[in-house]
């Protein structure tokens, strides 16, 4: 990935103090003035590279069926070893790669691995990995991917990362850290994806993070993240994937997130978030695809303008306080997916209120609709019969509808739930009782 350097500055707080910075220039200059005793190794080894392998290899177990390198180290150069790379045109034989993820190995990540200075990618998904991440990875001043994704890593985030100033990738998925997320990660001039879900981070979203400027994707979900959505983040023109589901987020969606007509991915459900949905949201978010933002507290209308957020293909709004009318035009989303409005004050009284289902027979590959649970009145219209072919959740229950349930529903072959329980609705559609596997259920869908 080519992404364009440009200056930052971090907005909020002060930067790295000089003394941080010299320190960390006194530590990475120790690790790479360390000289291990002499081994029997070819000339072209370089000491260093060979030395911060082995010492990773000694911190590191592989299954008692298998060894990591075994005597590799006496017969071959390390550059043919598993995972490691080597390649820099100018020094053909230092290590610029090391990929061993998925490995099941336990154990630590060594801090000298702060002695491979020409490492670009570093790959130790998949395994479980127990302890700190090393600040000694501050050394790694090449570092464009680290990815440490779906191991058991402890404690704090290093805030020398902020000195791997050529990191596009930093991906710490799945693990166990805990504390803030480090401010000074907002001065990585290069970084692409940010991916932090899945941890015990508490404390807030540091507005710096608004300062990176090629960011395209962030994910801090399934984290104890708590106060507001910085407006910083509106800063971030690049942006196509911001996800932030299952914190303890609270206000508003920032107003400053209608800039951003790149997003394609808008994931904020599980949170206390209030307030109302920008009335113009789908006039600015041309390229959304997504809007996510169950169980929240958001109120007021679903935005008529959302109509014309024409890549949308789903609206996951359950579990909030909306009010007023599904938008009657919501059908001319033709790549429309799913659907679900449940558990809202949404209202329909009179029979145009109901034109929303007959625009939505525009969607032919519509496979979830769910509407259970809000306030929807008066007769069933017959255009329920009529939607995609495609279906397999139609939602109604617990509303205030009356009427007969057309036969024509047996037409949804592909239908496995289907929900009008606590209604006042007549007939039984024995074409589709034995091929759904529930009917008037009371679970509630997971999305």
Partial sequence: MDLPR???????????????????????????????????????????????????KAHLYPPESSSLWGNENQT?????????????????????????????LTGQISPDIGNL???????????????????ALGCLFNLQFLILMDNALEGTIPTSLANCSNLVLLNLDGNKLVGEIPMELGTLPNLSLLLLARNNLTGVIPPSLGNLSSLVGIDLSDNNLGGQIPSSFGRLVRLKNFTVTSNKLTGEIPPSFLNLSSLCNFYVGDNQLSGVLPSSMGNTLSSL???????????????????????????????????????????????????????????AKQGEDWEFLTSLGNCSNLKTLDLS??????????????????????????NQINGNIPAEIGGYINLNMLRMDHMLLTGIIHSIMEKIDHFDVMEVPIY
């Fill in 117 to 135: 200075t020409f490492l670009q990618r570093l790959n130790l998904s998949g395994n479980q990995l127990q302890g700190y991440i090393p600040q």
């Fill in 373 to 398: 649970n809000n306030m929807l009145g008066g007769m069933l219209p017959s255009s329920v019969a009529k939607l995609s072919t495609q279906l397999t959740w139609l939602g109604l229950g617990q």
């Fill in 6 to 56: 440009s200056n930052h500055s971090i907005s909020l707080g002060a930067p790295p103090r000089p003394l941080a910075y010299l320190f960390l220039f006194l530590h990475c200059t120790t690790l790479l003035s360390f000289q291990a005793p002499a081994l029997s190794t070819i000339a072209t080894r370089n000491t260093n590279d060979l030395q911060a392998l082995l010492s990773i």
């Fill in 289 to 347: 695809q997504v809007l996510q933002a169950f169980n929240n507290q958001l109120e007021g209308p679903i935005p008529v303008s959302l109509v014309n957020a024409s890549r949308l293909e789903k609206i996951v709004l359950c579990y909030n306080k909306l009010n007023g009318l599904v938008p009657r035009n919501i059908g001319m989303l033709r790549n429309l997916v799913s659907v679900c409005l449940s558990n809202n004050l949404l209202e």
């Fill in 76 to 104: 071959t150069h390390y550059c043919k070893w598993l995972g490691v790379k080597c390649g820099s045109p100018q020094h053909p034989k230092r290590v610029t790669a090391l990929d061993l993820d998925s490995l099941n």
